[in-house]
């Protein structure tokens, strides 16, 4: 009768206890800046929802299901209706085969819960161009009123300015997309026409709407079948109760020794082996979750420094007082696993001053994934060039230019590694006190095989930085990772993001603004005048030399860009002719027209566009002083 008592007390106990939680994890609606109030299918937690919606960046962003595209969200039109901009088509939309790319990669998300419509729409049937001349000519006829763009591989593209109308009897030979043309439009040139900006509009499916009403989730099986997992999850989540429940009962008034051990590992190596499998892990120590969740203060939430695509980071301080950053692998990520593994693997074979140290890790059987690296406390490069510590005081000169040749040289040491970072960028290059580089951010990481030209995968990376024939053949090089850094020398050189959404759309992407400056030899509309470009001489002839060398990494065949080493040694070069001392930290000095302290303190420095690079979540990516 005891036990009896007891194990109702316990059951319901845990069942309100977990009911609430849940329900405070997942609320029907939430705020969302400038847009305001989203509800379901939205939702700003992983967990939630069938969209993903970040609110935390100056223009929200929209992902339509796990590693899909990411949109800009420039206007709630409706409930079910946004105004948005499509980042891989932004990130494109600098040449003719850009329409190439879109009609591989379509305006149209894909999630087997909703359908979507895109407006404006331009219909566009796609032809085979290598066939039979019979066939051929069938199609010419049959197309004889619309204009043809012959700039696609294989194919041949049929569109009417005059109107959208699909007819029903089209030739077997040819299919039919949609794609977004601009609200204004222009007759002629079909690449003229079409816009990465358009309206998305969608419809979830009943059941879905039913599932959700009944407390379930939609889920796909076999990649075929919709179905709802209320029931089952219902019962496994009774069927946990019951075992707690029963747990929480034998245990409560005997304690034993092997749960304390399990509970509270300590940081002892010998005591955790059992546990965990051994102390090291690829040569690496073994952390028990209890001790890093101790040193973060049970994950705080002010203890957080950044958020990417894969975790959150946070600023621990571990018993014997080394300050740490924490990555906590998002649960949601169903690569997680993988994706830790590559990063251990990774960087315990790498020792470089100028990569980030990884300190340890828990073991794969822990509650959770989680790794501990040295922590940075400065912030990022990006932070200091257009940042919140921009704001202070820009970078000097000459701290840049160490900068650029400390990430080069962890880059050039990366390949020699036969190791592609793949992810390049001024977000994921920390700086500490003294404003030495730490290269962070291994999630995407390729190990090249031995005697291969290149690997063939899908292309990954954050807009505004990804090299374009990766983008366009898929084939990943070293040459990758020089055009990415060609846009961090533009950043350094300029002051200004990667992708800036506020410039001229043939500018929103710095790479194509930075060729077209220095095509044009018009250095002076693209270095940071702040940095003495003009008035002194010598840093002028720097600058213009770096922009020099970022537009050789910028060559859009990656044959014609310079290999990692040869980028090094161009930069200690240009840094070998600088005849000025300079000392660490790097802030830009006062100026010697006054001494004055209170007109220092009022001076006002070239401020940078907005910046919207942060906002690019699915490159993996962190904010703050830590690692990436």
Not at 146 to 172: E, K
Not at 281 to 300: C, K, Q, R, V, W
Request: with cysteine.
């Amino acid at each position: 009768m005891a036990f009896a008592k007891s194990f109702v007390f316990f059951f319901l106990y845990d069942l309100v206890f977990f009911m609430n939680l849940s329900e405070s994890k997942c609320q029907e609606s939430f705020n969302c800046g400038h847009l305001g109030p989203l509800e379901f299918p939205l939702s700003d937690e992983p967990e939630c929802g069938l969209f993903l919606v970040n609110c935390t960046s100056s223009i929200p962003t929209i992902q339509f299901g796990p590693g899909g595209p990411l949109y800009f969200i420039l206007q709630k039109l409706s409930t079910n209706k946004f105004r948005v901009q499509n980042g891989f088509l932004l990130s494109h939309w600098r040449e003719r085969h850009a329409v190439c790319f879109a009609l591989a990669n379509s305006s149209i998300p894909n999630c087997p819960f909703s359908s979507f419509a895109i407006s404006p729409a331009l219909t566009i049937f796609t032809c085979l161009k290598f066939l039979d001349p019979d066939d051929t000519e069938k199609i010419k006829d049959y197309f004889k009123n619309y204009r043809n763009y012959t700039f696609c591989d294989g194919l041949t593209l049929y569109y009417s300015d005059q109107n959208n109308n699909v007819p029903t009897d089209i030739p077997g030979n040819c299919s039919i997309v949609k794609m977004p043309r601009k609200f204004h439009q222009d007759s002629g040139d079909l690449y003229q026409q079409l816009s990465p900006e358009y309206d998305l509009e969608w419809c979830i499916s009943p059941n879905c709407l039913s599932c959700h009403r009944r407390g379930g989730n939609c889920v796909v099986s076999n990649n075929i079948r919709i179905h709802c997992e209320a029931i089952a999850g219902s019962a496994a989540f009774l069927g946990l109760c019951f075992v707690f429940s029963g747990v929480i009962y034998r245990r409560r008034k005997r304690i034993t020794g092997s749960y304390l051990l399990s509970r509270n590992i300590s940081s002892n190596p010998s005591s955790r082996s059992d546990i965990e499998g051994g102390s090291l892990f690829f040569g690496i120590p073994i952390f028990s979750y209890t001790e890093l969740e101790e040193a973060t203060n049970n994950f705080d939430s002010s203890r957080e420094l950044g958020e990417g695509g894969f975790g959150t980071v946070y600023y621990g301080k571990l018993g014997d007082g080394r300050e740490v950053a924490i990555k906590r692998l998002y649960e949601h990520n169903y690569r997680r696993v993988e994706q830790f593994m590559n990063e251990v693997k990774i960087l315990t074979c790498l020792r470089h001053p100028n990569l980030v140290s990884l300190y340890g890790c828990t073991s794969r059987r822990s509650r959770e994934l989680l790794l501990v690296y040295e922590y940075i406390p400065n912030g990022t490069v990006a932070d200091h060039l257009h940042g919140e510590r921009a704001k202070e005081a820009p970078l000097a000169w000459p701290v840049r230019l160490s900068i650029a040749i400390e990430t080069a040289s962890a880059l050039a040491y990366l390949h020699k590694k036969d190791i592609i970072h793949r992810d390049v960028k001024t977000n994921n290059i920390l700086l500490d006190n003294n404003f030495c580089v730490k290269v962070a951010d291994f999630w995407l990481c390729k190990l090249f095989p031995n005697e291969v030209t290149h690997i063939s995968t899908t292309p990954q990376g954050t807009p505004g930085y990804v090299d374009p024939e990766y983008h366009q053949c898929y084939q990943l090089t070293d040459k990758s990772d020089v055009y990415s850094f060609g846009v961090v020398l533009i950043e350094l050189i300029s002051s200004m993001p990667a992708v800036d959404i506020t410039r001229h759309r043939h500018e929103i992407n710095l790479a194509n603004l930075a060729v077209n400056r220095i095509q044009r030899c018009a250095f002076d509309e693209l270095i940071d005048l702040s940095l003495g470009y003009d008035s002194d001489g010598e840093v002028t002839r720097m600058t213009t030399s770096v922009a020099e060398l970022a537009f050789r990494c910028l060559q859009l065949e990656k044959d014609l860009r310079p290999s990692m080493e040869e980028v090094l040694d161009t930069l200690k070069d240009i840094q070998a002719r600088f005849n000025g001392n300079f000392t660490r930290p790097g802030k830009i000095p006062p100026s010697p027209e006054t001494d004055d302290p209170m007109l220092l303190k009022n001076k006002r420095f070239r401020s940078s566009p907005v910046a919207v690079t942060d906002m690019w979540a699915s490159s993996g990516s962190t904010t703050a002083g830590s690692v990436g």
